[in-house]
């Protein structure tokens, strides 16, 4: 038996994103985002309210990065949700998140979350959502296996669970895609 729920916010698992901006000064903004993800093969979309600081600076410096949030992280990156830049000019200092400049789009990339993309942005749509082409994924080598490509068991990824207004982790590798159904064949 199944309960019906209606219409709601639920697309599981939804990635705890930490989006990187600079403001008109060139000062660093963060904010973490559930409504976000891939969008074609080489692009992202974020669905951002129009009053938040990192959608003005976005639209202004056309440009953003994605780091995903980690469980080393949580405090941090529930934080930058919590706190607006508009209130609290230290809001990155006071995160305990550090950041570099994108070495490929005009955006802050934060050095303690080991997965990142680095985007430009290529549409605002009419519902104010944001489409940015990925110039590049980085990732730091503490995240990466002998052959150089991400390891999930190295990583522990947050996601944003919203029934609840829980984190979780993700990362137990259970199968192989394409692979493990080839068995019904």
Request: with cysteine; glycine share 8%; net charge negative.
């Amino acid at each position: 038996m199944r309960k019906n729920l209606g219409t709601k916010p639920f697309f599981y698992p939804l990635p705890v994103l930490i989006i990187g901006s600079y403001d008109e000064k060139g000062k660093p903004d963060l904010m973490n985002a559930a409504w976000g993800g891939l969008y074609e093969a080489d692009k992202v979309i974020l669905s951002l309210s129009q009053s938040h600081q990192t959608t003005e600076n976005i639209k202004v410096k056309k440009a953003f990065t994605i780091s995903f949030a980690d469980k080393a992280h949580l405090v941090s990156a529930d934080y930058v949700g919590l706190v607006s830049a508009k209130n609290e000019p230290k809001k990155v200092e006071k995160s305990g998140f550090h950041v570099v400049k994108s070495e490929f789009v005009d955006a802050p990339l934060v050095i303690d979350l080991p997965v990142a993309l680095e985007c430009t942005l290529i549409k605002v749509n009419e519902d104010g959502s944001l489409i940015g082409k990925i110039e590049n994924v980085s990732i730091d080598e503490s995240a990466l296996d002998v052959e150089g490509n991400l390891d999930m068991t190295r990583f522990a990824p947050l996601s944003f669970e919203p029934f609840h207004r829980t984190y979780h982790v993700l990362g137990e590798k259970v199968g192989t895609a394409f692979k493990d159904g080839g068995e019904l064949k």
